[in-house]
């Protein structure tokens, strides 16, 4: 019996005869010969179907397909360098499935409104299954890297009762006759864990309130949190170097073919998966700023084309460390040599992708903390678990936190960060 494989287990039988599930992306025919181009969900590749080695059914069905009709196919495999997959498949037999007209997205060019609006066909297309299959590897690389480092997968709530970060921008909505909000951020539950198990890392979806009309922002996207027990700062950076060259490394390794499709040229990333990242104080990136002219003063944030312009002189990820108590969120730890600062750093991408992680120590005094917490405006009985952290059993500790969609624009070369999501809902819908 004819063996069924996938499109990417063709290098495992050239010169076999072989049978196939697949999609029509594309079809040109030249007399006697029908080049079809071909998709199963693994790769893409061309189908040729000759006049004189099929029956006239099976010839005249391949003339008449028209883009995403579905089919089996049986036929031998031979290796093609002049193909970018390195293979393609001289067709012997062929039963279609189903052949409707009118699929909206041909090959030509969309605008990006299009194209997301739709997002549900538009998957199916070379560039955004180039970008999922990395998306997927960068999934299993964090997974596996936390893992080996001795990490457990906590799963952090969905809604919440009080917001992490002490931000307005939270979806409200009525839970059960109280107040509840969706999560913003897994972090403060992560701490639980770090107190429970050590090391853990949650990874789930997040929401911000806040209008997404820019190519770098979402209300809705996948945040990686890890909590370590028993660490400090230092060897919290050394931890978040080893995490983003290993991620970097494994799409280099395993995403060739994706990265070839989407033209994101490999070398560029090399220095990530290298490591041997800076670490530059706020301090020195104001300077910088103030050197290029730019309207910037000590204690402000860094908007994205401030950080779009510091990451341009970076040939791989590198830190911006200890901040201003002033622009970040309460849990912080202040800086033993200046009390102005916080024990955070954020990791920029190189290319002008601006921040894609940040993190902290976390205070863990439990005075320092409370008064903290009232500064910032936020009532202590929401967090009275919280502060029980401190009260029982304490240990310095840190974390910090990746935005998965940021990660996969920058190593994809994405211009909009929605194409680094799988569908689009209606909240990370491009607004007028």
């Known amino acids: 019996m004819t063996e069924l494989i996938s499109i990417e287990d063709c290098r495992k039988h050239v010169d076999e005869e072989v049978q196939m599930h697949v999609w029509l992306t594309d079809k040109r025919s030249s007399g006697k010969i029908v080049f079809l181009q071909l998709r199963d969900g ?51 037999d062929l039963k279609l499935i189903t052949n409707n007209e009118g699929y909206p997205i041909g090959n030509k060019e969309h605008g990006i409104d299009f194209l997301l609006d739709h997002r549900h066909l538009w998957l199916r297309s070379k560039r955004p299954f180039a970008i999922m299959r990395i998306r997927n590897t960068i999934f299993k690389a964090t997974v596996d890297f936390f893992e080996k480092e001795g990490f457990i997968k906590f799963d952090a709530p969905i809604f919440m009762h009080s917001a992490p970060e002490g931000t307005t921008e939270l979806f409200h909505t009525e839970y059960f006759g109280g107040d509840a909000y969706l999560s913003q951020s897994g972090q403060l539950y ?39 027990a028993w660490m400090h700062q230092d060897e919290s950076l050394d931890l978040q170097e080893r995490f983003l060259s290993y991620v970097t490394g494994q799409v280099l390794q395993n995403c060739q073919y994706e990265l070839e499709i989407l033209g994101r040229d490999p070398k560029k990333l090399e220095p ?64 033993p040599d200046n009390p102005k600062e916080y024990l955070c750093a954020d990791v920029l991408a190189p290319e002008g992708y601006g921040e894609i992680m940040g993190g902290s120590e976390r205070e863990s005094d439990y005075d320092t903390i409370l008064k903290q917490i009232e500064e910032a405006g936020l009532n202590k009985e929401d967090y009275g678990w919280y502060l029980d952290l401190r009260k029982y059993g304490s240990v310095p500790h840190s974390g910090f936190g990746m935005g998965f969609e940021r990660v996969i624009a920058w190593i994809c070369k994405l211009d909009h960060v929605r194409e680094a999501i799988p569908f689009p809902r209606m909240i990370n819908r491009l607004q007028p």
């Open 42 to 92: 693994t790769a893409f590749f061309q189908g040729v179907v000759r006049k004189n080695a099929v029956s006239n059914e099976v010839f005249e069905i391949a003339k008449s397909l028209h883009q995403e009709a579905s089919f089996y196919i049986t036929g031998t495999v031979h290796q093609d360098e002049r193909s970018h997959f390195g293979y393609e498949i001289q067709i012997s």
């Open 190 to 228: 992560g701490e639980v864990g770090a107190a429970a198990f050590g090391k853990i890392f949650t990874f789930g979806p997040t929401f911000r309130a806040e209008e997404s009309k820019t190519r770098r922002h979402l209300t809705e996207f996948w945040m990686m949190e890890p909590e370590m």
């Open 272 to 335: 990530a998966a290298q490591g041997n990242y800076t670490r530059l104080s706020y301090d020195d990136a104001v300077k910088m700023l103030q050197d290029d002219g730019r309207d910037f003063k000590w204690g402000d944030d860094f908007g994205a084309p401030d950080e779009a312009f510091i990451s341009e002189k970076f040939d791989r990820p590198f830190f911006i460390v200890n901040y201003p108590t002033a622009i970040k969120p309460f849990y912080m730890k202040k800086n």
